[in-house]
């Protein structure tokens, strides 16, 4: 297993919407397993393909805190079949480093995925887990969590964060 590099906003690739997985090879397996241990390397509580600089609907979350203990889940090729209530949240997301912001979700939401032995799956998830399930299928569409935050938030944190990680450059 190995700790791969997140790309970091601006990437393109990040903006991108992702292509489906079409087959479920060692290959993939690795991948599956690297992005596991770069969400908990990092760490973080979910990790979407694309900021690993890879474009495939393939996610990693696990919400498991001291509290309580929740199982990994393994996100093939996610779709909401469900999205209902509604609920406010300070997110932050590893390619957007040193930002949070408050925003908006379903409370309670229903995914219909593939796991990784191929099996098709529903997942409910209420709460945080319903928040990083939004999140992390937002990346599959190009959508970062500063992008469903106000213009004039944005605009604000554009300049602040550009500034900030222009040093690098
Ligand atoms: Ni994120």
């Known amino acids: 297993m190995a700790v791969l590099d997140i790309n970091k906003y601006p990437a393109e690739v990040l903006k991108k919407k992702a292509s489906p997985v079409t087959r479920i090879d060692k290959d993939l397996l690795i991948l599956i397993d690297d992005m596991i241990e770069t969400m908990y390397a990092a760490p973080g509580v979910g990790l979407a393909a694309p900021q690993i600089g890879i474009s495939k ?19 093939i090729n996610p779709e909401f079949l469900k999205m209902e209530g509604r609920i406010e949240f300070e997110e932050g997301c590893l390619s957007v480093p040193e930002y949070t912001a408050k925003v908006d979700r379903a ?20 709460g945080l887990l319903a928040i990083a399930l939004q999140h992390e299928l937002d990346h599959l569409d190009g959508i970062l969590f500063i992008d469903r935050i106000s213009p004039l938030k944005r605009e604000f944190f554009k300049k602040r964060y550009l500034k900030a990680h222009k040093a690098g450059k």
């Open 57 to 75: 609907r393939l996610a990693v979350i696990d919400i498991s805190s001291k509290e309580s203990e929740v199982p990994l889940i393994v996100l």
């Open 107 to 126: 409370e309670r939401v229903v995914v219909r995925a593939t796991d990784r032995e191929g099996r098709e799956m529903e997942i409910e998830g209420e």
